[in-house]
């Protein structure tokens, strides 16, 4: 059974600032996702990685194979990015996603 | 979204009463999912489906059963609901396309066992 830990907890930053919130499993996956929920709100996908580097607008997400770790970054953070983020892993076979327990983020202006 | 939605959205029932949540898609994916959230315990899997009558369970699967008679709809249901299953469910699809493989859930149903 994979093992998805999730750091920090909680993070509380101020506008402009750099964010980052790391991953890490311990077993081989096929894919390593991460997901953003907002307060009160549905779940929503923002990256799926199975090697490398993706960046989408102002968020990058990384991952390392060989270390069994992934990086969610944020550039120029806003309060809007306040939100849950969660890290998840696939196996590849058809069953779902084992999940980090989140990152609650705030972001004040 | 991916043509999720999820009913009821909100539910309060007894200790005891049998209650069935449902899934529907619109987009014929093969793959579906039931997934609870609670906090300090994240997000975990509860059954899945691959395919019309193809289910296994998950994690957390004591108490609940699934059935997936369609392709369109996924229903979990609790035999008889107790207080620990008191949750937020949520639903989710798997995209297979290409190297993609991305998963998209529905809003969510909020059940309050009493």
């Known amino acids: 059974k994979n093992e998805v830990e999730q750091s920090p907890q909680n993070l509380t930053a101020q506008e402009g600032e750099f964010i980052t919130i790391n991953c890490s499993y311990s077993v081989g996956i096929s894919a390593l996702h991460w997901l953003q929920q907002h307060p009160g709100g549905g779940i929503v996908s923002l990256f799926m990685l199975s090697s490398g580097k993706k960046k989408h607008g102002r968020l990058i997400a990384t991952i390392n194979i060989q270390e069994k770790h992934s990086s969610l970054h944020i550039t120029a953070s806003h309060p809007r990015d306040s939100a849950v983020y969660i890290c998840?892993?696939?196996?590849?076979?058809?069953?779902?996603?084992?999940f980090g327990k989140g990152t609650h983020l705030i972001i004040q202006p | 979204d991916a043509g999720i939605t999820q009913s009821p959205r909100h539910k309060v029932t007894e200790t005891g009463t049998p209650v069935t949540l449902r899934c529907h898609q619109t987009e014929n994916h093969r793959y579906m999912y039931w997934y609870r959230q609670d906090p300090g315990h994240g997000l975990r899997l509860i059954h899945y489906s691959y395919g019309v009558k193809d289910t296994d369970k998950g994690e957390v699967s004591d108490g609940y059963s699934v059935s997936r008679s369609k392709t369109e709809d996924f229903l979990l249901t609790l035999e008889s609901a107790t207080s620990s299953q008191t949750s937020v469910y949520f639903c989710?699809?798997?995209?297979?396309?290409?190297?993609?493989?991305?998963?998209?859930f529905g809003p969510g149903t909020r059940l309050t066992v009493l």
């Open positions: 998840a892993a696939s196996g590849g076979g058809a069953d779902g996603l084992t």
């Open positions: 989710a699809i798997r995209r297979l396309a290409g190297e993609t493989d991305t998963q998209y």
